[in-house]
Structures are given as structure tokens and as C-alpha cells.
């Protein structure tokens, strides 16, 4: 089975805190992403890697960044943690070929900034 | 680009009732369509899909099938159980493009003893 697992289930910050959300993945998927949850909203896609050091923004790219120096782990950045940064951070990869489609999630990080 | 509509919750049922969550789709080209699943406290985890028009997926008693001609793919379940309490979420991908899933906004179902 596919496993993907997030540094943190609960992290509490302050305003102003650089936070870094890690994610890592067992499957040698290529392709992995992060999202944000929030009541009403569903889900939003922040930035998204189909590579080691590639990177694409997504729908809400603004006051983050990512990083990923190795194939199974993507990390997102707050650079700045502002309190509307607070939610719930999905990190999710995919294979290649038709399987790509499927995404494999992680259990999630709810964010408190306070 | 795509768009996934699906029905508002939450929904609320008694125990052993029949569920309809209905979803509808715009994409262009031939997408796969997906349900997921997320329960309290936890990632979403895919339920079951289907790749082309008139195909059904299934998993732990429930179902969807592509409907093409009508741009649908409704989740149901026979009868339903306090552990299928959870947000359920309907997803479409396209073949073609880019790989990345659009997601609905989410269905919330209680159940209740």
C-alpha cells in the first residue's frame, strides 16, 4: 500500500514564524502535491512537483514555497506565517501513466497561527 | 478547465438507509471520474473510480457509474452504517493535459444509530 505521511498531525505558530510542512511518500511516486483545506472551500491546490527540483504554483501559491531535493519528500514552506495561513495542509502523490490520476493522500497538518 | 458540482450537505440518515450523493462534471475530452473519502481527523483516501462512459466502481458497498450522456457519476449505498459517517468527496481528472484531479466541494454524511 501506498504510505504518505506528514511531519506533524497538530502545529501551532506564531505570527511571523517560518514553518515547514514535510511530507514524504514510500511508492517512488513522481509526482506530489500540497493542498489546503478549509470549511466551505473544499480543497485548493497550492504548488505541486511532477520532478526532483521542479515545481509548479497551483491555485494559491501566494506566501508559500516548496522544496524537493529528494524524489519521496516535498516540503512546504511558510516563509512568513500569517493567520490566515491557518487550516488544514494535505499532501498527496501520484504515479505515472493512467495511475497518475489517482492520488494517494496523507493524513493531514492542522495549522494553528496564532 | 474542469468543474465538479456536487450536492450540498450534510446529509443526515438513519442507519441501514439508502444513500444518493450526486455529482456532476464538466470536462473536456473523456475524463475518469473518482470518489474519495475522508473520515474525522484523517487524509482523504480514494473510494472507487471509473475510467470510461457506462463503467461502474465499487468498493465497500458503494457504487458509482460514468454517465456520459448525462455528465453524472452518483455515488450510492444500499445501506448505510455509523462508520460511513465522513465527507465524501467527487473528483475528475482528464486523459489528456494535465493530471491534476478537480475536486468538488465536499458532501458531508452523518449516520445515526
Known amino acids: 500500500d501506498v504510505k504518505v505521511t506528514q511531519s506533524s498531525r497538530y502545529l501551532v505558530k506564531r505570527t511571523g514564524e517560518k514553518v515547514f510542512l514535510e511530507c514524504v511518500q514510500d511508492?517512488?511516486?513522481?509526482?506530489m502535491f500540497w493542498y489546503r483545506q478549509d470549511p466551505g472551500l473544499g480543497l485548493r491546490l497550492i504548488y505541486f512537483?511532477?520532478?526532483?527540483?521542479?515545481?509548479e504554483k497551483g491555485d494559491i501559491p501566494e506566501g508559500y514555497s516548496v522544496s524537493r531535493e529528494k524524489k519521496e519528500r516535498f516540503s512546504l514552506i511558510l516563509e512568513s506565517a500569517s493567520t490566515n495561513q491557518t487550516s488544514m495542509y494535505l499532501c498527496a502523490s501520484s504515479g505515472r501513466g493512467t495511475s497518475r490520476h489517482e492520488q494517494y493522500f496523507g493524513p493531514g497538518t492542522r495549522l494553528t497561527v496564532t | 478547465g474542469n468543474s465538479v458540482t456536487q450536492m450540498e450537505g450534510p446529509v443526515t440518515l438513519s442507519e441501514e438507509a439508502f444513500l444518493t450523493i450526486n455529482c456532476t462534471y464538466t470536462a473536456t475530452g473523456y475524463p475518469s471520474l473518482f470518489w474519495y473519502v475522508q473520515y474525522p481527523g484523517e487524509g482523504l483516501q480514494l473510494l472507487l473510480k471509473?475510467?470510461?462512459?457506462?463503467d461502474k466502481g465499487s468498493n465497500k458497498g458503494f457504487e458509482a457509474t460514468y454517465r456520459k450522456e448525462t455528465t453524472s457519476f452518483h455515488l450510492e449505498k444500499g445501506s448505510v452504517q455509523v462508520s460511513d459517517s465522513a465527507v465524501y468527496f467527487c473528483?475528475?481528472?482528464?486523459?489528456?493535459?494535465?493530471?491534476?484531479?478537480?475536486f468538488g466541494r465536499g458532501t458531508s454524511l452523518i449516520v445515526h444509530p
Open positions: 512537483s511532477y520532478d526532483v527540483k521542479m515545481k
Open positions: 471509473a475510467t470510461k462512459a457506462d
Open positions: 511508492m517512488d511516486h513522481e509526482n
Open positions: 473528483a475528475c481528472s482528464s486523459s489528456g493535459g494535465s493530471y491534476i484531479p478537480t
